[in-house]
């Protein structure tokens, strides 16, 4: 097949669901070089596959480049087509979805400049970085007998929900989907890129123009918000349960 040849797949409606609800296909070594031959060989169903599994991550993704939802589905839309355009010359160097995201941060942060956002992503929201990870309430004073250590109310506590309580593990999932939401932007997109999709910590920190120690800072500062939400979710349940 010539470079410019059209590949006889094309990109389907982008249909985005919960991102809870879509498990990233997780394609490496032998698996990723079949599903590139299978793409090759114009294979429909490998095509939807990827782009139903890949899309509400790419949406996340674009949407820290761009300055509208409509502007990241276009931006996905664009990256599906120069997917198609260019898989002959994919060499295999990477993984075909570090392949694939390249392409869309690249096209992303162009159609970002062209929006001329005034704010860059490096700059978004400095402060939601700031103070301690975990509230310094939950420790003893520095007069205490155990200066620095945790108080007995603030001790972590280890999950224990029994059988009677499986009833609990479907608030649980609505808890942490709100809780997600309602991080900072930045740590948001980390935890969803990272915990939800399944994505690497060098696959982030290209996609959101991230260094390696900020991923981890924003990776821990967001899972820590999520564990305390855990917390006290569990403490309050043990206190009707007991």
């Known amino acids: 097949m010539q470079d410019d040849a059209p590949m006889t797949i094309s990109a389907p409606p982008l249909q985005v669901r919960a991102e809870s609800d879509v498990p990233a296909p997780r394609v490496s070594g032998a698996d990723d070089s079949e599903l590139v031959d299978r793409l090759r060989r114009g294979d429909e169903t490998a095509f939807a596959t990827i782009v139903n599994g890949w899309s509400p991550m790419m949406l996340r993704v674009a949407r820290s480049h761009v300055s509208t939802d409509a502007s990241c589905e276009e931006v996905v839309q664009e990256t599906w087509m120069a997917v198609i355009r260019g898989l002959d010359r994919f060499e295999g160097r990477s993984s075909l979805r570090t392949w694939v995201f390249r392409i869309l941060t690249n096209l992303a942060k162009t159609r970002g400049v062209r929006e001329a956002r005034s704010v860059p992503m490096s700059s978004w929201a400095p402060a939601e970085e700031d103070g301690p990870t975990v509230d310094p309430d939950r420790f003893r004073a520095a007069g205490d007998q155990y200066p620095h250590n945790w108080t007995p109310v603030g001790a972590p506590t280890q999950w224990q929900p029994g059988p009677e309580q499986s009833v609990v593990a479907g608030e649980t999932r609505r808890l942490l989907g709100a809780a997600l939401q309602e991080l900072p932007e930045r740590q948001r997109a980390v935890?969803?890129?990272?915990?939800?999709?399944?994505?690497?910590?060098?696959?982030?920190?290209?996609?959101?123009?991230?260094?390696?120690?900020?991923?981890?800072?924003?990776?821990?500062?967001?899972?820590?918000?999520?564990?305390?939400?855990?917390?006290?979710?569990?403490?309050g349940a043990g206190e009707v349960t007991s």
């Open 191 to 235: 935890v969803t890129l990272r915990d939800v999709h399944g994505l690497s910590s060098e696959e982030v920190c290209a996609s959101l123009d991230l260094s390696q120690a900020n991923q981890r800072v924003l990776l821990h500062r967001g899972r820590a918000r999520l564990r305390t939400v855990l917390e006290n979710y569990y403490r």
